[in-house]
């Protein structure tokens, strides 16, 4: 298990730029993020939010998104890797952004209508912690959407390459290669009632619309 010193290093393999840049240049990553957003809509088509919490929001991207998308929600994003977060205090300053640690929330409980967390839980030190916390601060009839690799064949067959080449920067970033399966048992053991799944990127990706259980 790699400790916050080792993960830190490998934040500062990453430019704060990374996705902005990779979504101009490179069709691919411009590929994987518009089937991203489309993905987003899909899960939470027809689920009403006004406040919306972006955990491990990196350079901004995805809240900027969502907050064009959806420009009446108050949108915030939150992430330990503080050139990102400052990359994206500058670049789109309509969103309020927070430097934080996803294992220790800055915010009340029950503060949003809607928690997402992209491609991020497989990142972290304790992934059930986050999600706890997640858990913790979305409201009582809140939603949270939580999306990473599926862990499918194709996925495990192009990962590698993937790192080799355009993705170096990622090269030991996954602490937590989840199969699909092994994260939905997470995410119950954290308390959650899975709402919806929903499966994009040929597969690749995975999507769960969460509420709190009980």
């Not at 330990?80 to 934080?100: D, E, Q």
């Not at 009582?140 to 993705?167: Q, Y």
């Amino acid at each position: 298990m790699r400790n916050k010193k080792e993960l830190s290093n490998i934040w500062q393999q990453v430019p704060p730029d990374y996705y902005q840049r990779g979504i101009s240049q490179n069709p691919m990553q411009w590929l994987w993020h518009t089937l991203k957003i489309r993905s987003f809509k899909n899960v939470i088509k027809g689920i009403p939010f006004l406040s919306v919490l972006d955990v491990g929001c990196a350079g901004g991207y995805m809240a900027d998104r969502i907050s064009k998308i959806f420009p009446e929600s108050k949108v915030t994003g939150v992430d330990v890797y503080p050139a990102a977060v400052n990359f994206a205090k500058l670049k789109y300053p309509h969103i309020n952004f927070t430097i934080s640690d996803a294992h220790n929330l800055p915010f009340h409980g029950n503060s949003f209508d809607l928690v997402i967390c992209y491609e991020t839980i497989e990142h972290v030190l304790e992934p059930k912690i986050i999600l706890q916390e997640i858990r913790r601060v979305i409201k009582k009839d809140g939603f949270a959407v939580i999306a990473m690799d599926s862990g499918n064949l194709l996925f495990r067959m192009i990962w590698p390459v993937w790192e080799k080449t355009f993705g170096r920067a990622w090269q030991g970033a996954h602490l937590h290669p989840f199969h699909h399966n092994d994260l939905e048992k997470v995410i119950k053991e954290a308390g959650y009632k899975i709402v919806r799944k929903h499966f994009s990127h040929l597969g690749m990706e995975i999507s769960f619309l969460l509420k709190k259980a009980g």
